[in-house]
C-alpha cells in the first residue's frame, strides 16, 4: 500500500492544521493507521493510532485532548486533527499502517508516507 500525507505548513502558536494520509494500492480497511512524528534531532515518536474499522483510537498520553485522529475507509483515508498547536509540536509527520490494531511503536507498521513537515511559530 501507498501513502501520501499532506497538510504540513507553518502555523503559529495556538492554531490548528489537519494533515490528511491518502491511501492507495491495497484493501485500506485491512490496516491499523497511525500517525509518527519526528522533530530535529530526536528520535521517532507515537501520536495517534487508530483501529482497522475506526472504532478506536489511542494516543500519546502527552497529546490527548489536543490531537484527534480519524479515518474514512470509503475514502481510503486517515487525518490527524491538531489543535492548540504549540512550537514543541515541530515536526515532520508521518502517516503509517499495519496488520495490528492498538500499536504504539514502529517496528508494528509496515508502510509509510513520505511525511509532511508541520511548524508552529511562536
Known amino acids: 500500500v501507498q501513502l501520501q500525507a499532506s497538510g504540513g505548513g507553518l502555523v503559529q502558536a495556538g492554531g490548528s492544521l489537519r494533515l490528511s494520509c491518502a491511501a492507495s494500492?491495497?484493501?485500506?480497511?485491512?490496516?491499523?493507521m497511525g500517525w509518527f512524528r519526528q522533530a530535529p534531532g530526536k528520535e521517532r515518536e507515537f501520536v495517534a493510532g487508530v483501529s482497522r474499522s475506526g472504532r478506536t483510537t489511542h494516543y500519546a498520553d502527552s497529546l490527548k485532548g489536543r490531537f484527534t485522529i480519524s479515518r474514512d475507509n470509503a475514502m481510503n483515508t486517515v487525518y490527524l486533527q491538531m489543535n492548540s498547536l504549540k512550537p514543541e509540536d515541530t515536526a515532520v509527520y508521518y502517516c503509517a499502517a499495519g496488520a495490528y490494531d492498538h500499536k504504539t511503536t514502529s517496528i508494528f507498521y509496515d508502510y509509510w508516507g513520505q511525511g509532511t513537515l508541520v511548524t508552529v511559530s511562536s
Open positions: 494500492g491495497g484493501t485500506f480497511g485491512s490496516y491499523a
